[in-house]
């Protein structure tokens, strides 16, 4: 019998090193596949299913939409990006934003934007400090951003202008920093590189290196934003204002939209500098205006906390349980478990066997990312799983 796992290997570019699971509908925090079998999905759509699968008022707002208007263009003014607009902007200390299609679109706009400043008020500095270990997405400038050698080797020759310097080391970054710079990119939590939180005090010293040298803070927050790590932004949890955010996955509830946001003094774009055919299209912006109201509305960035505390405890005990955990680290409903050794592939491949979806985000961790609608006893049924898997993969812990 012909699998869809045969189509795709027919078809399909080999790009993604998927899990062999075909599925075909979700409802909150569960999914199931071709065969009907259950699971409790704690990779969300890698950080995108913030407020659960097919969320009524979500699907809704796409329903509604879809029937009365889904394209137009920006040659016109269309009333879900504007209502979504005002709605960033009036819960975030950023002034004005962009509408594009995905994080490293955004990216791509902050950087654009953190190079006209550059040019208007730095003498044409263009340089940007980013972090090793950081991603910033998959373009042939978001290669260059990032700040991991095996996504850019075989792209060379890498687009100029990003420097890179360890994370979490304020000193490395003053060095690093020269009249060339016009800003830094950071990620509040490094999250596809493992989940790497700084030290609480690391964006306040950094944005005061920022003001102390007249370049921008950009925070990538296309992972941590939207609630993911207990507050609507993640630079509201560690008490900073920047310059730029970029938005994305948890954005449109399940719907591919990013954003960039900006303070006034560097929302320079003006007529011809950036645009985009499907950015800010009354779809995607209805979709994104219900994930965000219900956002608010139901308080799931609180959520988040209660529940990453729960969730947090319960892998805190499974780290005293087994020896083969090294370390339980992250924020919110935004956390990770790093093995002594190499293992996450076959804890993947045994939670998935039990029911339980989660990431391999490098080959000692494993990376925990609920939609932040989960409820208590699905954190609790995880943890059982957990448990289960552990003892199972591991004899002897
Ligand atoms: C996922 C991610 C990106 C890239 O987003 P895409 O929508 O895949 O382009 C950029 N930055 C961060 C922090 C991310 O987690």
Known sequence: ????????????????????????????????????????????????????????????????????????????????????????????????????????????????????????????????????????????????????????????????????????????????????????????????????????????????????????????????????LGTLFGYQSFGVEPDIITLAKGLGGGVPIGAILAKEHAALFVPGDHGSTFGGNPLTCAAARATVQYLLDHQVPDRAVTMGKRLRTGLDILATEFECVVEIRGMGLLLAIQFRDNIAADIVAASNEAGLLLNPVRPDTVRIMPPLTVAESEIDEALQLLTQVLGKTVPNG
Request: glycine share 8%.
């Open 1 to 228: 019998m012909k699998t869809w796992i045969d189509v795709e290997e027919k078809y399909y570019m080999y790009a993604a090193r998927r899990q062999p699971i075909v599925l075909v509908r979700g409802d909150g925090t569960e999914v199931w596949d071709e065969n009907d079998k259950r699971y409790l999905d704690f990779t969300a759509g890698w950080a995108v299913n913030n407020v659960g699968h097919a969320n009524k008022e979500v699907v809704q707002a796409i329903v509604n939409q879809a029937n009365t208007l889904m394209q137009t263009s920006n040659q016109f003014y269309t009333i879900p990006q504007l209502e979504l607009a005002q709605l960033l902007v009036d819960n975030s200390c950023l002034d004005r934003v962009f509408f594009c299609n995905s994080g490293a679109e955004a990216n791509e706009g902050a950087v654009k934007l953190a190079r006209k400043y550059g040019r208007e008020h730095l003498n044409g500095a263009f340089e940007i400090i980013t972090a090793l270990n950081s991603f910033h997405g998959r373009t042939l400038t978001m290669a260059a951003a990032t700040g991991q050698p095996h996504y850019q080797e075989a792209w060379q020759p890498l687009i100029p202008g990003f420097i890179h310097v360890p994370f979490d080391d304020i000193d490395a970054l003053k060095a690093a920093t020269t009249e060339k710079t016009c800003a830094i990119l950071l990620e509040p939590v490094e999250a596809e590189g493992g989940v790497i939180t700084p030290r609480a005090d690391y964006l306040k010293n950094v944005r005061e290196w920022c003001n102390d040298k007249g370049i921008l803070l950009i925070l990538d927050e296309v992972q941590t934003g939207m609630g993911r």
